[in-house]
């Protein structure tokens, strides 16, 4: 793959062969000033909104969306994080998420600054003030900011970030490639917990990119699947079976946990035999009839080929899409209890 030096402008050392004086800025002004600048030219601007427990508030201005260095998130990896969707106007799964993220940040020690109903009632603010209608919400909850050093004992506060991002998603249709990923997986306890280490996930996701693919596929030390990068995977059997991997060892999806609901409604329609989660072996998922990955923006993406071999026929299989067709529904025009109308002021 090509590479482009970098320019003068990212790194002005490598490109003169020499040092050259490091800024140092004489002000907050004239530093926000810079920032304010660059993201002046930044159109369309992605982040709407930001809230942050450490600055009390929601932040309209990017240039000020900023966590700070001693926060053991950024320097230790010591945090949590969740996601919910925001589409026409409506936050979908949001109490879902967040009863996950708080598992997560109990699993990971770290005690919210907030009840839930206080960090459900920020979000609910923060996408508010966003006027965002389709994108995405991202929160995290910290041990926060405090000091340098492993343990978190000197962070007072634990601290909590969220941010909206302004992005388009369409139900996926596409049929899509994925290899079977070389990356050491998680153990169960790193893996079921939401955490912000996705150091193997993005390794394993550009290994695949790498090779032309969209993503990988992780199989566990007993030759078990086990799931996707940021997705879980789903799969349908000759027999018309729906079979998960269990959860045990892996993040508990909120999309797949939705979709094995909802999938009950295709075997009333004898469409499929059967719902279930089940360990699969490497040998039993390369042999289904059709593949797919599921996760919050897709919500269910076909797999057409694995280690370059085709699933079933090699072609965007039906059932999936119909399974895609009942999630994206469900978040479109699902029950009230799953979409939180946004409060626009
Ligand atoms: C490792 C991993 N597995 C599965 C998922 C899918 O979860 P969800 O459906 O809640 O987006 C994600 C999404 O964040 C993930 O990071």
């Known amino acids: 793959m090509a590479t ?20 140092v800025f004489s002000s907050a002004a004239e530093l926000l000033e810079k920032l304010q600048d660059k993201w002046r030219s930044v159109k369309p601007q992605p982040y709407p909104a930001m809230y942050s427990s450490v600055f009390g508030g929601i932040i309209l201005d990017p240039a000020l969306m900023v966590i700070p260095m001693d926060d053991h998130m950024v320097h230790r990896g010591h945090g949590v994080f969740d996601t919910a969707i925001i589409l026409g106007g409506h936050l979908y799964e949001l109490d879902v998420h967040l009863t996950r993220f708080l598992k997560s940040a109990s699993k990971a020690k770290i005690v919210s600054p907030f009840p839930k109903s206080t960090l459900r009632s920020i979000l609910i603010q923060l996408a508010a003030a966003s006027q965002c209608r389709k994108g995405t919400l991202r929160y995290w909850l910290s041990a ?3 000091d340098f050093l492993l ?20 139900q996926c249709k596409e049929g899509v490639k994925v290899i079977t990923s070389t990356i050491p997986m998680k153990t169960p306890l790193f893996a079921t917990m939401k955490n912000v280490n996705y150091m193997p996930n993005v390794l394993s996701k550009m290994e695949a990119e790498e090779q032309g693919d969209f993503a990988s596929i992780w199989v566990d030390e007993e030759g078990y699947i086990a799931e996707g990068p940021n997705v879980n995977v789903g799969f349908i059997t000759h ?3 729906l079979i998960l991997p269990e ?8 999309t797949a946990a939705r979709l094995l609901e909802l999938a009950p409604k295709l075997v009333e329609q004898h469409r499929l ?11 039993e998922a390369k042999n289904a009839a059709e593949m797919m990955y599921i996760g919050s923006t897709l919500p269910v993406l076909p797999i ?3 280690d370059e071999k085709p ?3 090699g072609k965007v299989g039906e059932l999936t899409m119909a399974l895609s067709d009942l999630v994206w529904e469900d978040m479109v025009a699902g029950p009230k209890t799953r979409r939180i109308p946004v409060p626009y002021v």
């Open 151 to 170: 343990s978190p004992a000197g962070c007072p506060k634990s601290a909590f970030y969220a941010i909206v991002i302004d992005e388009d998603f369409e």
């Open 239 to 241: 027999d018309k079976e």
């Open 304 to 306: 057409i080929a694995w």
């Open 247 to 254: 959860f045990d060892k892996i993040l508990r999806g909120c």
């Open 4 to 23: 482009t030096a970098p320019s003068s402008d990212q790194n002005p050392e490598v490109e003169n062969g020499e040092e050259s004086e490091v800024h």
């Open 273 to 283: 035999k059967s719902v279930r989660t089940d360990n699969l072996t490497i040998e």
């Open 311 to 313: 699933i079933g026929d």
């Open 144 to 146: 926060g900011p405090g």
